[in-house]
């Protein structure tokens, strides 16, 4: 499917041919291949980085989540424990 998804890319950067046309051929709504371009050209640098690159930025990402996702329950857990009526 991703191979698919690539060459329909490519045909739209081509720019031979419309979204539309290109969406009627392949049977595809116009604003997924729109959605599948976009993609492209955020993340089509990726394919040029090396893979431990490609690892530390992963990395990276999953950390700052993580950090995001503790700071948010230790929001929730000092508002449970101001609130009236919680048993300690």
Known sequence: MSEFKFKVVLEVLQGENQVTEIA????????????????????????FSSTKEAREKSSDKEGENLLRMIGQQQLEVDFLKKSPGISR
């Open 24 to 47: 009627a051929e392949s049977g595809i709504h116009p604003q997924q291949i729109t959605s599948w371009k976009n993609r492209f050209m955020e993340h089509g640098a990726s394919i």
